[in-house]
């Protein structure tokens, strides 16, 4: 084989090469396409919270502002979406009064949730711990509870999850919700006494961020 075929070859291994590259990449820049007009045709929605009940099992302040909250909540989510499941990675949940976290992050174990599932929780936020809180709101607090007996905490969801389209996974999206809780300390009308603890009938619609 003489020096002229042995380029003649070369040149024709390089030809192949850009070939099946050229091919390659054409076929995956196609099938992130189809993704893509697949992903902006459904348009997922954000699934949808409710605060469904929540037993107080303690809510005392000291004269020193040490706030024990120790709470039941019951928490469900609806993906709404027909052909789009919805992963939870890591989720926190926590309750707040005015905007200050007065428990500790409780964390729910991860899930997966189908097309138009939902999935219901019933995690115990606080766990004894005493948290200390400002001074202005523990002014807030006190007067809340004295004047009109009701006290607003929010339960707050911090948390991860991906969407599913078929056999393709989303990258990681933050949530955010806000569900209020209105805890009437005076009116047991929508209460009920378990043990020591105290349930409150709530089914508050929650503010969803995605």
Not at 14 to 27: D, E, P, Q, S, T
Not at 80 to 101: E, F, L, M
Not at 187 to 209: F, P, R, S, T
């Amino acid at each position: 084989m003489t020096a002229k075929d042995c380029g003649h070859n070369e040149d024709n291994r390089k030809k192949l090469y850009r070939r099946l590259f050229a091919a390659a990449l054409g076929f995956t820049a196609a099938v992130l396409f189809t993704i893509l007009l697949v992903w902006l045709i459904l348009r997922p929605s954000k699934p949808h919270f409710i605060l469904q009940e929540a037993t107080v099992y303690a809510f005392n302040l000291t004269a020193t502002n040490l706030l024990t909250a120790n709470f039941q909540i019951t928490l469900s989510s609806r993906n709404p979406n027909g052909r789009i499941g919805i992963y939870y990675d890591k989720i926190d949940v926590y309750a707040a009064y005015r905007s200050q976290q007065i428990t500790i992050p409780t964390l729910l174990p991860p899930s997966y949730q189908g097309h138009k599932d939902t999935t219901v929780w019933s995690p115990f936020l606080g766990g004894g711990a005493a948290v200390p809180v400002a001074p202005y709101l523990a002014a807030s607090l006190k007067e809340d509870g004295s004047s009109a007996g009701t006290v607003m905490v929010n339960v707050r969801v911090d948390g991860r999850i991906r969407w599913k389209v078929g056999s393709f996974v989303s990258g990681k999206y933050r949530l955010n919700v806000n569900c209020p809780a209105y805890i009437n300390f005076g009116d047991k009308k929508n209460a009920a006494a378990v043990g020591a603890a105290i349930k409150h009938q709530l089914i508050m619609d929650c503010n969803v961020d995605v």
